[in-house]
Every structure is written in structure tokens, then in C-alpha cells.
């Protein structure tokens, strides 16, 4: 909205013209969206509790877990709400609105944690750990991811590898998709969202660790906008992916805005209102950025933590033994007698490092 008021109010004053630039906006709209995230947490909080939307917290195959988390008990949650509240607002003060990919941010947003919110509300109305079956979860996910593949496949971010994957650590190595661009992009969406989903588990784990990826990917999304660093890098250029760093801005403020409500011991919860639009966010950035496969390392714990979980469902089923003292992997090290805040910070770190080395990989080729 000020980026198109500038055009005006640069006549009056070329001072203005700072705001065209986007690492200018980029700041602001981290600023603005944790201020609104900490003036609305608070009300949030009371009007959740006055209504009984909280978390129960329990979990009937892990007794031993819940007496550990038994303080978390009456905690509320669907806290998801304060971050997309505060980053719609900001990003429409902040944003261009007149970029497609800005565009396809405040969709996924909007879409997934819809459905987020319709789980969360229907788990608390159920009271049951799991509200809509994994299965129409699952559909709603790929319907989605289909509409985004097809989206970027009929419009293609690249003209010359639009549907191709560029691998880390090589200047000209690709592998071209085709059509099956597609379903790549299916398999990122539901990744990306179910993974951020299952590291919810331990106060202030989730939204920390995913600080740290839209941090990456902030700079990322720069880089890869500006024509000169790009072909500096020797990385793809795409037109207008820069915008991308003020959406991803926006939701560091509002997340570190919810960090402070959500450290332990935490005030609020996330919920799947939070971390299922948080998590495709984090895939729409790594696909329009042409940085895809990059995703793995820059999301290094999420990838660890949901692989821990398919790790113990398969040897379960088929050799009747847990690899893990429980999954996901953040509750095995809790068994082990890792304190919960060890387990945080240990996460972060770890996850920061990934971030670190993940940025190295676009100056080593």
C-alpha cells in the first residue's frame, strides 16, 4: 500500500523514494508485524481462555510424556492466528501488491491455515487428539499443491528452467521435470506443512526453527531478485522473487512476536492454524526461488523430525521395534532426560548451523 502512496508522495518529498527499495520494506514489515503480534497476543490470550480453547496435551500411547508435560495442561491454543493476523496486515502495508508471488504467499496462507483452523476447532470441539482424519488432510493438501503446480507450470518462474531443479553445490547441473514439475511441487506443499506440524511439540521448538529458514530464505529471496547478485552467484535470476524477502521478513516479526508468548514455559500454543501455512510458506519461498532442493538442508531439522516419525512407523509395522525411545525425535531426547529447554536450543542451534551452510552452498559451486 505505501510502496504505491510513494509514487505520489515522492513529488512533495524525494525521501520517499526509500521506500521502493526493498530491503527498506523488508525491515519495516518485520517491525510492523511484531508490534501488531504483541499488542494482539495478549488479548488473544484472554479471550482463548475465557472461552476455553485451550490444549488438554495429552497423549494416550506416552503416559510418561504426560505426566513430564502435565503443566501444559489448560494452555491455550490455535496462537497460529496471532502470526497470520499480524503478517496479512503488515504485508499489505509493506507489500507489492502487484507481484504474483506476494500474491501466492497470502493464498497459501490464507487456504492452509484455513484448514488449520478448521482441524484445531474441531479437535477442541471433539475433544480428541485428532479432529479431520488424516486422510482429508491429506487431500486438501495435494488439491492444493496441484492448483500451486499447475499454477507454476502453466506460468513458468524461469523461461528456460522453469521446471527444472537446480542441485547445491553445482553451477550447471539440472534435472529437467516436464509435467512431473507438478507433482514435485505436491510432494514440497505437503512436506513442508505436515513437517513444521509435527515439530509443534515442545514450547517455542517450532516457530523458533522456522525463524531461522525464513531467515535463509529472506536473503535467498533477495539474492536471486537482484540481477547483479544473481549472476554474481552465478544463480537463477527471477524477475520480482526479491518481494519474497518482505513476506518472509514479515512473518520473522510476527513469529518472534509469538516466541515471546511461546517460550517455556509457553502462554500459548500454535496449533495447526500456525504451523500448516507456516510450512507451506517456507515450500512456496524455496519453489519460486528456484531453490527447491536447497529446502532439505535449510530445513534440516523439520526434515530430521519428520523422517524420525516415518522411521518408527515402518519399522513398527514390519519388524514389530522402535528405532526411537518415542518419535518424533524431540520427545526421544525428553526419554533420554534431556531437559525441554536443552532440546529447544539444541534444535535451534542445529538448525541454524543447516541455515549457515545452506547460504555457503550459493558461493561454493
Not at 80 to 105: D, E, K, M, P, R
Not at 197 to 223: F, K, P, Q, R, W
Request: charged share 10%.
Amino acid at each position: 500500500m505505501f510502496l504505491k502512496f510513494s509514487e505520489v508522495l515522492i513529488n512533495f518529498f524525494s525521501g520517499f523514494n526509500v521506500i521502493h527499495y526493498i530491503t527498506f520494506r523488508s525491515a519495516l514489515s518485520a517491525v510492523t508485524s511484531f508490534l501488531i503480534a504483541v499488542v494482539l497476543a495478549p488479548f488473544l490470550i484472554r479471550k482463548l481462555k475465557k472461552r476455553n480453547v485451550v490444549d488438554m496435551n495429552t497423549r494416550k500411547d506416552c503416559p510418561a510424556l504426560n505426566v513430564l508435560h502435565k503443566d501444559k495442561n489448560g494452555t491455550p491454543t490455535m496462537g497460529g492466528i496471532i502470526i497470520i493476523i499480524s503478517f496479512l496486515i503488515s504485508i499489505l502495508i509493506w507489500g507489492n501488491l502487484q507481484n504474483q508471488y506476494v500474491w501466492l504467499v497470502i493464498i497459501s496462507i490464507l487456504v492452509m491455515g484455513a484448514l488449520g483452523f478448521v482441524d484445531d476447532f474441531l479437535k477442541l470441539r471433539n475433544k480428541s487428539s485428532q479432529a479431520l482424519s488424516m486422510r482429508s488432510k491429506l487431500i486438501v493438501q495435494i488439491l492444493f499443491g496441484l492448483a500451486v503446480g499447475t499454477y507454476l507450470y502453466l506460468n513458468p518462474i524461469h523461461s528456460t528452467y522453469g521446471t527444472s531443479l537446480q542441485f547445491p553445490f553445482f553451477k550447471n547441473l539440472f534435472l529437467d521435470l516436464g509435467i512431473f514439475y507438478i507433482l514435485f511441487v505436491v510432494f514440497v506443499i505437503l512436506a513442508t506443512s505436515n513437517a513444521v506440524n509435527i515439530t509443534d511439540g515442545l514450547d517455542g521448538l517450532a516457530v523458533g526453527c522456522l525463524m531461522i529458514c525464513l531467515g535463509a530464505y529472506a536473503i535467498i529471496s533477495y539474492l536471486t531478485g537482484h540481477i547483479e547478485f544473481a549472476n554474481y552467484l552465478q544463480i537463477l535470476h527471477i524477475a520480482g522473487s526479491g518481494e519474497l524477502a518482505v513476506c518472509a521478513t514479515a512473518l520473522i516479526g510476527s513469529s518472534l512476536a509469538f516466541l515471546w508468548f511461546n517460550a517455556q514455559p509457553a502462554q500459548i500454543f500454535m496449533g495447526d492454524v500456525g504451523s500448516l501455512p507456516l510450512g507451506t510458506v517456507i515450500g512456496i519461498i524455496a519453489l519460486i526461488t528456484k531453490q527447491e532442493l536447497l529446502l532439505f538442508l535449510v530445513g534440516g531439522v523439520f526434515v530430521i523430525e519428520i523422517l524420525s516419525v516415518a522411521i518408527q512407523i515402518i519399522f513398527y509395522k514390519t519388524r514389530h521395534k522402535r528405532v526411537f525411545k518415542m518419535a518424533p525425535l524431540h520427545h526421544h531426547f525428553e526419554k533420554l532426560g534431556w531437559q525441554e529447554s536443552q532440546v529447544i536450543v539444541r534444535f535451534w542451534i542445529i538448525g541454524l548451523i543447516l541455515a549457515l551452510l545452506s547460504l555457503s552452498t550459493l558461493k561454493l559451486r
